[in-house]
């Protein structure tokens, strides 16, 4: 049994056109994936474009290769079934396999290629082979070759512009990865639908309905799963997490212990732990993390600190702790991801801080949807202290460590005001070169730099390290003496390469 005929004279471009947005569409969540075991960084990104350059490549020669045989429609229909398949399976597999990778990748590079190859290759390549085998059904003769080609080439273009912007803006904010991929599997197999619905029997086409019914269940599933354990948490249950995929990055809120058997509530971002709360009622304005406490060192150098810019607000674990320890004293948190405030809001206790210390009247707490850096390059207010604690997973943004970035720092500070940041390093060996690129980068806008380890007795261990600049001399308690070289780099705009240095 046949079904009738479907006439659609642009189904070949329609194709293209959709094959290509989803490409675009998978290379932006394959960064999603990976980030919160390797991190959303440029390591992690340089892997993902070029395996999946590499299979699409080979995709397009073997299609080229495939384009000369008959049946070409057949050829196509199988393609898309195939690429359905192996996209399905990517949310399905994902999260053990990339578990069991970062267990033994000790290598950042090795892990994220390795995961590239076994999650990408495959779909990539399978995608790759269709541009190929449309192009050679789409040239009736040899006199428009090149017009008829440009135009598949455009079109395939546009595609990829489409689905791009379409994920990046939408998609990705809205929904989590694996919805996604389960979405984009539903749409491989409509493709092939389309492509041969006028030769599909009733039996194959039967089969290709029953997957894609049992893709949008899996879809509601991991998204209704998602909502419950978002309730779940709130409701302080432990051994659960819930998963955001927001414009910047891939969040994930779990509720967990401290050493001290303390209810706590965990925020992680791209693979780094951001912030926490303890999640009892007297506790939820107290810090969790031992390093944050070291912000307060700013009194140090000032008994007259009331205006404070906090760059990086997380979870908002110190403006919390600021607002209801420091009567009177303002503070404006700049925060670029607008969806993370939102979690603060809802899964931090930012709502309650509002509410308990009426903010929205005093204005003692000003929220700033922003980057760090752009806010700088425009700030006219002076502040008598700065705070960084800006993270993209464990590495700080480079745009904040360069000497533009402290030049424009130092510009938003009073007279003998203090820059305080935060940084993930050890204090001496290889593991401390970003941090010795940072403070002598400081020195250049600053007389004074202060280097205080949160482990004292810990040199060759990587910990939280509060470096302090001020032009005013303080005197601090637990001070390093950082030993640099005349070869330290200074980091610039031009040249930043704090991937190498933290490495």
Known sequence: MKLKKLKFNFKYEFIIFIIEAICMSIELIAARVLSPYFGNTNIVWTSIIGIILLSSSIGNYIGGMLADKKSPDKTLKLILLFASFFVFLIPIIQESLLIWISSWASNIKVGAII????????PSLLLGLIIPIILKIKVLKLETTGKTSGKIYAISTLGGIFGTFLSGFYLVPRFGSVEILFMLSIILLLMSMLLNIKNMDVVLLSFIVVIIILDIILFFFYYKVNLINGDRILNGKENTKVNFDTEYGRVTIYNSENEDGEKIRMLNVDGGFE???????????????EYTK??????????NIN?????????????????????????????????VTKIAKKYFYLNDLIKDYNINDNKRLNLIEEDGRTYLNKNKKKYDAILNDAFSGEEPP?????VEAVFKIKESLNDNGVYLTNILSSLDGKNSKFLKAEVKTLLTKFKHVYVVPCLTNKINEIQNVMVISS?????????????????????????????TLIQ
């Open 115 to 122: 995961s590239t190859i076994i999650l990408f290759f495959i």
């Open 294 to 303: 070291y912000y307060d060192l700013m009194f140090k150098a000032s008994k």
């Open 307 to 339: 205006d404070v810019l906090l760059i990086g607000g997380g979870g908002y674990s110190y403006p919390k702790y600021f607002i209801s320890h420091y009567d009177s004293k303002r503070m404006d948190v700049v925060e670029i991801d607008k969806d």
């Open 275 to 289: 912030s926490a709360t303890f999640t009892s009622k007297e506790k939820r304005y107290e810090l969790v993390f």
């Open 471 to 499: 032009d005013k001399d303080i005197i601090i308690e637990g001070t390093y003496d950082l030993k640099l070289s005349p070869d330290t780099l200074i980091l610039t705009d031009d040249y930043c390469p704090v991937e």
């Open 398 to 402: 480079k745009t904040l460590t360069t």
